[in-house]
């Protein structure tokens, strides 16, 4: 027979939506367990954001000091090329990956919450069986359940994973650089991916069904990612629609349908699939538990909660933004909802980061985005060329910018976006700006250190005002 445990609060999945949901439901004195089967920290720690992060610093470094090689640039000189090995560079992200899946343990455990390494598979809403790892099963009977089982990644039946072709997670894991590698899909993995692999020597090519990378961003904001891509002689295929593979002499030939509808092919060691993500609906009893669908995610309110009392969702499981942080805030506040405080999650818009070459960061609604809901606006860009903290970091060259977008009549600001070297690290001044309900004056009248990049923050505000200081007003 299988031991039952009695909760109030069980969390299944302990990414970084399920496990700041048992941290805060412990903190708040709740009997917590969480139960998760892939490694506590889910992809974000594991197989995603914090191990391409690692990649993409290791092959940023390797670049720089390929480009001090007997040139003398910082007044800094190589006498010999760096060696890249990649199987010291994936060694390395483990650590990184190591040590802070074993924090989340400790924190776990520091708010009292009971962590269980296993498989959930609900019976009805409330019950769950786990297959434990050592072949037994417990059986745990919850009064709230927090349901945070994330994503994965989207395979193509035409190409499959498996032999040459990979997913993201794969790509995370080889300890050998692919001398070709062919990119399927231009979106914010894909790219994030292949730069890191083009910055490491692997010769790298984009397949992209859309009319343009990174489709939800507008023309002006990945035009210097386009002009990067085109400096370091990657290619991209745009209207391009992948067809399928074959293997020859020990190569992959993806063969794709380019924009005039003509049959081609790319030679690759590594065919890397990188399409999207969806939800991890199957496996854990979904059928079970009486919840609704919205499209291929669970319908939830503004509390998370599902249809069925006491049963909550979270994260990727519930639609777009499919983004770590978004289910961090949701763990928080679901946590909270259960131990009776008052929160709905409704923030005003949530910061979005491509870790490209440059970056590449977006929070709120575009020009034209804002136009299209019926505003009339005025909007200010400073370029990062002007700025000295950018040009000492080696930056402001690559067409980097920050643009601000507000409304005319009262100066509100709806909408901020910038590309550049080191960009994503004013992500939060910009998430915060529009969660507060900013106007332009709050910036331009903010004293922003000198010398930041958040200056160029201030300076957008200004130049939207009309009297920017380090550039010409238009």
Known sequence: ???????????????????????????????????????????????????????????????????????????????????????????????????????????????????????????????????????????????????????????????????????????????????????????????????????????????????????????????????????????????????????????????????DGKLQSLEADKILVAVGRRPVTEGWGLENMGLDMAGPFLRIDDQCRTPMRGVYAIGDLVGEPLLAHKATAQGELVAEVIAGHRRRFDPNSIAAVCFTEPEIVGVGLTPDEAKKKGESVITGKFPLAASGRALSMEGGADGGFVRITARESDHVILGIHAVGKHVSELSGEFALAIEMGARLEDIAGTIHVHPTLTEGFAESALAALGHPIHIPAL
């Open 1 to 259: 027979m299988a031991d039952i445990r009695k909760c109030q609060v069980l969390v299944v999945g302990g990414g970084p939506g399920g496990y700041p949901a048992a941290i805060r439901a412990g903190q708040l004195g709740l009997d917590t367990v969480i139960v998760d089967k892939h490694g506590l920290g889910g992809t974000c720690l594991n197989r995603g954001c914090i191990p391409s992060k690692a990649f993409i610093h290791a092959a940023s470094k390797y670049e720089e000091m390929l480009s001090h090689t007997g040139k003398g640039a910082l007044g800094i000189t190589l006498t010999a090329e760096p060696v890249l090995e990649m199987a010291g560079v994936t060694a390395w992200k483990d650590t990184i990956v190591s040590k802070l899946t074993k924090g989340v343990g400790q924190l776990l455990k520091a708010a009292k919450v009971e962590a269980v390494s296993g498989w959930a598979t609900f019976s009805d809403a409330k019950t769950c069986t786990v297959a434990l790892e050592d072949g037994k099963t417990l059986t745990i009977q919850a009064e709230n359940v927090i349901l945070a089982t994330g994503s994965k990644e989207t395979e193509l039946p035409f190409l499959p994973f498996g032999g040459p072709v990979i997913g993201s997670t794969e790509a995370l894991q080889l300890t050998e650089l692919p001398e070709k590698l062919v990119v399927v899909g231009a979106g914010y993995i894909g790219l994030e991916l292949g730069i890191a692999f083009a910055k490491m020597g692997s010769q790298v090519s984009f397949v992209e069904a859309a009319d343009a990378i990174l489709p939800l961003y507008d023309a002006e904001m990945t035009r210097p990612i386009t002009q990067w891509l085109k400096r370091h002689k990657v290619d991209v295929h745009l209207k391009a629609r992948a067809k399928g593979f074959e293997e020859k002499n020990g190569k992959a030939i993806l063969q794709f349908e380019d924009a």
